[in-house]
């Protein structure tokens, strides 16, 4: 977690996705709104978008901007417990038919 180094910001981003947000947290949020013509100028700040596809456009674009060679990491998906083999395998199965957003 990026946000690891300012626990009130993490604070304040876990309470929004419990649903338990306090007004300390709102004006924590609101002090860290930055005009868009300003983001250039904050090369390592924490992006919060309303949708994915924002969050989509936002990294292809800083994807695009790097200077160095990409990379494909491949992931291999496997169930642990004790569950029958059956419900394992219908489990790894329903995953693969997910899109990456969805993962």
Do not use: H, P, W
């Not at 304040?12 to 300003?38: F, M, P, Q, W, Y």
């Amino acid at each position: 977690m990026r946000q690891k180094d300012d626990k009130s910001f993490a604070i304040a981003l876990s309470n929004i996705a419990k649903g338990t947000i306090s007004l300390e947290d709102i004006n924590l949020l609101k002090s860290r709104i930055v005009s868009t013509k300003n983001l250039g100028m904050i090369e390592d700040a924490i992006m919060i978008f309303r949708s994915k596809a924002e969050v989509d456009a936002y990294n292809t674009k800083v994807l695009a901007s790097l200077k160095t060679e990409g990379a494909t990491a491949n992931a291999y998906d496997f169930c642990v417990g004790d569950e029958l083999a059956s419900i394992k395998e219908k489990v790894l199965s329903n995953v693969k038919n997910l899109k990456t957003t969805e993962t």
